[in-house]
C-alpha cells in the first residue's frame, strides 16, 4: 500500500524554522518521473504549491517562500523534507506532501495540485505574531 506521511509541524513565532518530513511507504522516491511536492492549505483558502522536487532534482518554489525554504530529498530513508525559516503569520497552515510519477511537470505543473495523485494526511504549522 502506497503511502506517505508526514510530521515535523508544530507552533512557533515569527521568524522562527520548522523541518517537515515526509516518508513514503511503498513507493521509491528515486523512482524515475518521481516528482514531490508539498503543498499548503490555509482555513478558508484553496490547497496550493509550495515548493516541489521533480524527477531530475530540479527545484521549484512559491513565489511567496523563495529564499525562506528549502525542499530536499533522502532517497535511502525515502523521504522529502522542508526546511521553513524565517517563517511569517501567513505561512500558518495544514502542510501535505504529495507524489505522482509517470509524466513529465514543467515549473507550473511541478506546484500545480491537479498533477499529484498520491497524497499524505497533512501537518499543521502554525506561526504566531
Known amino acids: 500500500q502506497v503511502q506517505l506521511v508526514e510530521s515535523g509541524g508544530g507552533s512557533v513565532q515569527a521568524g522562527g524554522s520548522l523541518r517537515l518530513s515526509c516518508t513514503a511507504f511503498?513507493?521509491?522516491?528515486?523512482?524515475?518521473?518521481?516528482?514531490m511536492g508539498w503543498f499548503r492549505q490555509a482555513p478558508g483558502k484553496e490547497r496550493e504549491g509550495v515548493a516541489a522536487?521533480?524527477?531530475?532534482?530540479?527545484?521549484i518554489y512559491a513565489d511567496s517562500v523563495k529564499g525562506r525554504f528549502t525542499i530536499s530529498k533522502d532517497n535511502a530513508k525515502a523521504t522529502l523534507y522542508l526546511q521553513m525559516n524565517s517563517l511569517k503569520p501567513e505561512d500558518a497552515a495544514m502542510y501535505y506532501c504529495?507524489?505522482?510519477?509517470?509524466?513529465?511537470?514543467?515549473?507550473?505543473?511541478?506546484?500545480?495540485?491537479?498533477?499529484?495523485?498520491?497524497w499524505g494526511q497533512g501537518t499543521q504549522v502554525t506561526v504566531s505574531s
Open positions: 504529495a507524489a505522482d510519477w509517470g509524466r513529465f511537470k514543467n515549473s507550473i505543473q511541478a506546484l500545480a495540485v491537479q498533477q499529484y495523485h498520491i
Open positions: 522536487i521533480r524527477s531530475d532534482d530540479n527545484t
Open positions: 511503498g513507493l521509491s522516491v528515486s523512482n524515475y518521473y518521481m516528482d
